[in-house]
């Protein structure tokens, strides 16, 4: 079992940067593949990005393509998201998960995910 916990939400202005962490209980954390997913009021939860086991490989959407970064430290059981130049559609709870299915990460879907932490809300303000 995995319980994650997100934390570094909040208030920007547009054109703003913020970087959201998310550490991870347990010492099986290398074996997961990590996402990080986000909800705008009134829609879908919808994936923003993905990354390997290792740190290797990292998988985004296009909305978010050249603005953020996902990253993670095995050791330190925690991985973050850069979001830089943000715009008010970004807007949204942001959450991070956990999966361990063996495929590709361009292949995981939401349900591929098996944890997933609370949320922290990022607002940006135009």
């Known amino acids: 079992q995995v319980q994650l916990v997100e934390s570094g939400g909040g208030l920007v202005q547009a054109g703003g940067s913020l970087r959201l962490s998310c550490a991870a209980s347990g010492r099986t954390f290398s074996r997961y593949v990590m996402g990080w997913f986000r909800q705008a009021p009134g829609k879908e939860r919808e994936f923003v990005e993905a990354i390997s086991r290792t740190g290797g490989t990292t998988y985004y959407a296009d909305s978010v393509k050249g603005r953020f970064t996902i990253s993670r430290d095995n050791a330190k059981n925690t991985v973050w998201l850069q979001m830089n130049s943000l715009k008010p559609e970004d807007t949204a709870v942001y959450y991070c998960?956990?999966?361990?299915?063996?495929?590709?990460?361009?292949?995981?879907?939401?349900?591929?995910?098996?944890?997933w932490g609370q949320g922290t809300q990022v607002t940006v303000s135009s």
């Open positions: 998960a956990a999966g361990n299915k063996p495929k590709p990460i361009s292949d995981y879907a939401l349900y591929d995910y098996d944890y």
